[in-house]
C-alpha cells in the first residue's frame, strides 16, 4: 500500500501560475491529495482555484506570510493521516514521476528529513540560480547518481516526512516571508535528520531572481535573527556569529549595491541586532522551543 502524501501550496496573487501548477499535479503518477491555503489573494487566484474540485481550498481573510499559511495546511495534512507533506510554491510545475521519484528515496531512508528534487528555470534545462548555489556549493555528505546530501534548500520544492514535522515542528511564525526556510533546516540538523536533493526527480521554478534594496535588507535581518536562534550553537556561539552577520553581510552586498548603502545596510543590521537583544528572553525561548520540536505548532493565534 503506498504512503499518503498531501501537498501543500500557499498562493498570494499567483493566477498567472495556478492552472499550470495545478494541471501538472493532477497529472502525478503519485496519488496525491492537495491542499491549497490562499493568503487573502486579491486577484483571481481563488475563482480559478475553485474550478478543482479535487483540493481542499483554505481562504485566510489576512495574509499570513509563507510560514504561518503552510503550518496550516501541515497541520490539517497531518492530521489526515498524512505519511509526507510536499510543499510547493504556487509559481512551479512538477513532472509526471516528480513526487514519485522523491518519496522512494525518502521512505527508503527513514534519517531523510527532507528530500527535494532539482529546481530548473523555465526553459526546464538550466537549473534554478538561487538552487544551483545551494546544490552545488554546500554538498556535505553522500553523493551518488540519485542523491546528494546538503545543509540547506530553499524552500520551493520540499518532501518532508511525517516523522521530521513531529520531531522538529513547524515552520517558526517569526519569520514572516523570508528566513523560514533556513531556520527550519538548522532545526532539521539539530533533530539529526538529513537533507536530501533526489537527482533523478524535478520541478520548474517561475520566477525572476531580482534583489532589490529593500529584500536585501530584510533577508539580511532576517540572516542575522537565524543566527542568535541557530539551536546548533551555544548561546555565546550563536551572538559571535550574529554580530559576524552585522559585518560580513554588508561586505557582501558592498560590489553590487555599492558602498553608501553598505554602510546603510551595516548600521540598519547593527541597529536591529541590539533591537533583538533587548528581548533577549523571547530569543532563548525560540531556542527552547527549537530543542523541543514544538516551534510553529501552536496555530490557533493565527488560524482562524
Not at 489576512?62 to 505519511?83: E, H, T
Not at 514519485?100 to 523555465?122: C, Q, R, T, W, Y
Not at 553523493?143 to 513531529?166: G, H
Request: charged share 20%; proline share 2%.
Amino acid at each position: 500500500m503506498e504512503k499518503k502524501i498531501t501537498v501543500v501550496i500557499v498562493t498570494y496573487n499567483g493566477e498567472i501560475w495556478v492552472k499550470k501548477n495545478m494541471n501538472s499535479l493532477l497529472k502525478s503518477s503519485y496519488p496525491i491529495d492537495i491542499i491549497v491555503v490562499d493568503n487573502a489573494s486579491t486577484d483571481q487566484s481563488v475563482t480559478l482555484l475553485k474550478e478543482y474540485k479535487n483540493i481542499q481550498l483554505i481562504e485566510s481573510k489576512v495574509n499570513l506570510g509563507f510560514g504561518k499559511a503552510n503550518n496550516i495546511g501541515i497541520d490539517l495534512a497531518l492530521k489526515n493521516g498524512s505519511d509526507a507533506v510536499f510543499l510547493l510554491n504556487q509559481d512551479t510545475w512538477i513532472y509526471e514521476d516528480s513526487i514519485k521519484n522523491m518519496a522512494e528515496i525518502l521512505f527508503a531512508n527513514p534519517d531523510f528529513g527532507i528530500v527535494s528534487p532539482l529546481h530548473l528555470s523555465p526553459d526546464e534545462v538550466t537549473l534554478d540560480s538561487s538552487f544551483e548555489t545551494y546544490y552545488s556549493r554546500f554538498q556535505t555528505g553522500m553523493d551518488s547518481d540519485t542523491v546528494r546530501i546538503v545543509p540547506f534548500i530553499n524552500a520551493a520544492a520540499w518532501l518532508v516526512s511525517k516523522e521530521c514535522f513531529q520531531k522538529v515542528g513547524y515552520f517558526d511564525p517569526v519569520f514572516n516571508h523570508y528566513g523560514e526556510d533556513r531556520n527550519f533546516c538548522t532545526r532539521v540538523l539539530f533533530h539529526k535528520f538529513k537533507i536530501a536533493v533526489a537527482k533523478k526527480a524535478a520541478i520548474c521554478h517561475d520566477r525572476m531572481v531580482k534583489l532589490s534594496s529593500k529584500k536585501i535588507e530584510l533577508q539580511s535581518q532576517y540572516l542575522v535573527l537565524n543566527q542568535l536562534i541557530d539551536c546548533n550553537y551555544s548561546s555565546f556561539t550563536a551572538l559571535v556569529f550574529g554580530l559576524k552577520s552585522v559585518v560580513g553581510l554588508p561586505k557582501f552586498h558592498a560590489k553590487s549595491e555599492g558602498l553608501s548603502k553598505s554602510f546603510g545596510l551595516f548600521y540598519k543590521l547593527l541597529f536591529y541586532y541590539l533591537g533583538l537583544l533587548t528581548d533577549y528572553k523571547t530569543i532563548q525561548r525560540i531556542r527552547r522551543n527549537s530543542k523541543k520540536g514544538i516551534n510553529g505548532t501552536d496555530i490557533k493565534s493565527y488560524a482562524k
